[in-house]
């Protein structure tokens, strides 16, 4: 059974603070990693990651993949308040399409 | 519109009547998933159209959760019969058949059956 598994489960840091989100995944006919934000509403598309070593970044948000070990870790640098949310990770396979397989997330508040 | 519409946002529902949930998916998306998000947890695929076609339904929980897509844009998902343990979430999200294009999601709809 497909299954990806994120830590910590939660996290309280305070503003200015760098964060690791981790996320381990072992599942059949791999493709891809994906990150999302989740507020209270819509998953919010962060990053894909498809090969390994290469890091992706996008402000103060970066991510890396790693396909020997099967997992990928999100970064986030000088964090704010605005952070706050949960981090889905999931992975994404080569049947139904490229369905994805969640973990459950880790819930991250940002204090001021 | 520009992202993903799905609607009712909120549902509320007395255990055993039926319930249907809409998806508006963004144009030109050929792709199109539904996901069920319980509380605390990340959400778990349902179902996935590829235009009309319904490719793959494995994650549907029981035979009283249908899906269509009739013209392979709006899809509803049909809960029959419901039950407490359908209250959750359900998100649709929509993409490009190009599998290196991510998937892209609605606020989805907070299903609640008393």
């Given at each position: 059974e497909d299954k990806v598994v994120q830590s910590p489960l939660s996290l309280v840091v305070h503003e200015g603070d760098?964060?690791?989100?981790?996320?381990?995944?072992?599942?059949?006919?791999?493709?891809?990693?994906?990150?999302?934000?989740?507020?209270?509403?819509?998953?919010?598309?962060?990053?894909?990651?498809?090969?390994?070593?290469?890091?992706?970044?996008?402000?103060?948000?970066?991510?890396?993949?790693?396909?020997?070990e099967l997992f990928s870790i999100l970064n986030i640098t000088a964090t704010q308040t605005g952070d706050s949310a949960v981090y889905l990770c999931a992975a994404a396979t080569h049947n139904a399409g490229n369905m994805l397989t969640f973990g459950g997330g880790t819930r991250l508040m940002v204090k001021p | 519109g520009a992202g993903v519409s799905q609607s009712p946002r909120y549902k509320v529902a007395k255990r055993g009547q039926d319930v249907a949930l809409r998806c508006d998916p963004i144009s030109g998306h050929v792709s199109l998933f539904w996901?069920?998000?319980?509380?605390?947890?990340?959400?778990?695929?349902?179902?996935?159209?590829?235009?009309?076609?319904?490719?793959?339904?494995?994650?549907?929980?029981?035979?009283?959760?249908?899906?269509?897509?009739?013209?392979?844009?709006?899809?509803?998902?049909?809960?029959?019969?419901?039950?407490?343990?359908?209250?959750?979430?359900?998100?649709?999200?929509?993409?490009?058949?190009?599998?290196?294009q991510p998937q892209h999601f609605g606020d989805g709809t907070r299903l609640s059956i008393l």
């Open positions: 760098t964060v690791t989100l981790n996320c381990s995944y072992e599942v059949t006919n791999f493709r891809s990693l994906l990150w999302y934000k989740q507020e209270k509403k819509a998953p919010t598309f962060l990053f894909m990651l498809t090969s390994s070593g290469i890091e992706k970044k996008s402000g103060r948000l970066s991510s890396i993949l790693d396909k020997k | 996901y069920q998000q319980a509380l605390g947890q990340g959400p778990e695929f349902l179902t996935y159209f590829q235009n009309e076609a319904q490719l793959d339904k494995s994650g549907l929980p029981s035979d009283r959760f249908f899906a269509e897509r009739p013209e392979g844009s709006v899809s509803t998902l049909k809960i029959q019969r419901t039950q407490q343990e359908d209250s959750a979430v359900y998100l649709c999200a929509s993409s490009y058949r190009d599998p290196n």
